[in-house]
């Protein structure tokens, strides 16, 4: 497949619920990962939707108060919120920050836990097309360590590109959370 939009096809047919092990490892990786950063890092998760690791268990392990989330609007740039803040229900099911909820500026976010419809092992990442993400991590602060969060059967060799499409630093699967080596 040499497109996106074959890549995405290709995915929605395999696209299930992660299983309880799943969740569970990545979750205890992302915690050995995680534990030994100060205690003010603050680390940017996501609300899944059904077929995403599910990291509600990671938050709670760590703590709310050390998270942030994002809210994506009707329209515009997604928007970075206190993980235990205030929530409305998103259009697509999940809870998402409330729209008066106070923003956190992306630069002081340590680590982002990504979600993806794919990821490359060598570090790219295929979204829903909307760009949302990448326009996230480019106010960011550089070099911010950035997680692909997701099962082993959604992780390929390579995936195709874009020059605005932004590459991740690390992979996390129930196998085990994996440097990207450039």
């Not at 003010?40 to 709670?60: K, Q």
């Not at 992306?106 to 060598?122: K, N």
């Not at 059967?153 to 080596?181: F, K, Q």
Request: charged content about 20%.
């Amino acid at each position: 497949m040499t497109t996106k939009r074959a890549w995405r096809a290709w995915a929605a047919a395999i696209q299930r619920t992660p299983t309880t092990h799943e969740t569970a490892e990545v979750v205890n990786h992302l915690v050995a990962h995680l534990t030994d950063r100060p205690d003010d890092s603050l680390f940017l998760t996501f609300n899944a939707m059904s077929h995403e690791i599910d990291l509600s268990g990671l938050v709670a392990r760590i703590g709310p108060s050390r998270f942030a989330t994002t809210r994506t609007p009707a329209e515009g740039p997604l928007t970075v919120h206190s993980y235990d803040g205030p929530t409305e229900r998103h259009r697509y099911g999940f809870d998402q920050p409330a729209a008066d909820a106070p923003t956190i500026d992306p630069a002081a976010i340590d680590v982002v836990l990504l979600p993806g419809v794919l990821f490359g092992a060598d570090g790219t990442r295929l979204g829903h097309g909307m760009g949302y993400y990448d326009r996230l991590l480019a106010l960011c602060r550089p070099g911010i360590e950035r997680i692909a969060v997701t099962t082993s059967s959604l992780v390929t060799s390579t995936l195709p590109t874009d020059s605005h499409d932004v590459t991740m630093t690390h992979i996390a699967t129930e196998v085990g959370l994996t440097p990207i080596a450039w």
